[in-house]
């Protein structure tokens, strides 16, 4: 059986992409991906050929593909995968839109519903320039459509999280299998000499809420907070921290994970469809205090992994940081937890649902011909 493996695009190393080392070590395959930035993301792990579309080869195209965004449908169906009897692709834009013919299956890993274009479309709105309005709004009415008229192209979805799936319910009509995302927890132990500060650990953009947190620690001068990531809302945070707050930026992972390991608890604002980095902080032994919606209420445990707090407000999140200190939490219970969303387990799971899939295909078509 040949495989094609569709991804949008291909310009950094994030969650996605650990995914799609994830799924390329069962299958290596060809990878179809709208834009490869070979500056900012070069794949060790693809041994196969990367198949562009012609976006890449448009002005900034690998760089800047967003602007291309009302070509993205286009772009995602000129790719050619008639030669695949089975075709996975990993979305949270496009790339579950190739077209596929009915002898093919079509297995979508969804990481989300295109958040642009339904739940953060004014959003995105609010923060496009006046003149930019009008028409961002006919392109992403546009990208609904097509989102929608796509569906039947795959066979069958896999959802990142439970909150994921119920999102694909609500905006698709379509049920689905959850495989939580692989997480090398094994990268991870606990650290017996822990240090006096807390730490958030995010790209800087505005629904991750890193405001929001370092907005309460100014409330808390005799409490540390160490933020790392970096993003466009760099300027915004550093003008919001006080002097207990220190901006790290950009680290290395293998800096970074020695700073949450060390940390006295993983402090995350935001509504995340999974928030690897979450499982991560716990494969380190280090309690969180999280935002108590999206897929953080399947990563933790409340009381005995972390706690939560009820909104996004300064005031929600003080409570929960007073709660925190109450509680004692053991380390080895955290670890242990997060160890049940480790690679094996993903290979494992995913495996195992492609096999069934590939089956019930087989005697779909087999019935059909009798």
């Known amino acids: 059986m040949t495989t094609a493996i569709v991804y949008d695009w291909l310009v950094e190393s994030a969650g996605g992409e650990k995914a799609l080392e994830a799924i390329y070590e ?27 579309s012609f976006i890449q080869k448009m002005p900034f195209g690998s760089s800047c593909h967003r602007y291309y965004l009302p ?7 000129q790719f050619d995968l008639r030669d695949h009897n089975l075709v996975i692709s990993l979305s949270h834009a496009v790339a579950k839109g190739v077209l596929t013919h009915p002898d093919q299956l079509h297995v979508c890993y969804c990481f989300t519903p295109m958040r642009y274009a339904w739940d953060l479309m004014h959003c995105y709105l609010e923060r496009a ?28 979805f896999v959802a990142i999280s439970h909150y994921i ?6 905006l698709y009509g379509r049920e689905s299998s959850v495989i939580y995302p692989p997480v090398d927890v094994e990268r991870f132990c606990i650290q017996d000499k822990k240090e006096e500060y807390f730490i958030t650990v995010s790209r800087l953009v505005p629904y991750k809420r890193v405001d929001l947190i370092v907005k309460a620690f100014s409330y808390l001068p005799q409490h540390k907070l160490l933020v790392i990531g970096s993003g466009p809302e760099m300027k915004k945070i550093k003008q919001l921290a006080t002097k207990n707050v220190e901006i790290l930026g950009y680290l290395p992972d293998e800096i970074m994970h020695s700073y949450v390991a060390k940390a006295k608890a993983f402090i995350f604002a935001a509504e995340e469809d999974f928030g690897i980095c979450v499982v991560e902080a716990q494969a380190a032994g280090v309690p969180i205090i999280a935002f108590g919606k999206g897929a953080t209420l399947e990563t933790v445990i409340e009381n005995q992994t972390g706690v939560f707090f009820e909104k996004q407000q300064v005031a929600s999140l003080l409570d929960a940081i007073a709660c925190f200190e109450k509680k004692e939490f053991d380390p080895n219970r955290i670890y242990q937890h997060a160890q049940k969303f480790n690679r094996k387990r993903f290979h494992a799971e995913f495996r195992a649902l492609i096999d069934k899939k590939t089956e019930e295909k087989y005697e779909s078509h087999h019935f059909s011909r009798r």
């Open 26 to 52: 069962l299958y290596p395959s060809p990878v179809y991906t709208l834009v490869h930035n070979k500056k900012t993301f070069k794949p060790t792990f693809l041994t196969k050929e990367i198949h562009t």
């Open 71 to 77: 070509f993205f449908p286009l772009a995602i169906e």
């Open 129 to 156: 320039e006046v003149w930019q309005r009008g028409f961002a709004r006919f392109a992403l009415h546009y990208l609904r459509s097509w989102d929608i008229a796509s569906l039947n192209r795959v066979d069958h």
């Open 165 to 170: 799936a119920r999102r694909i319910h609500k």
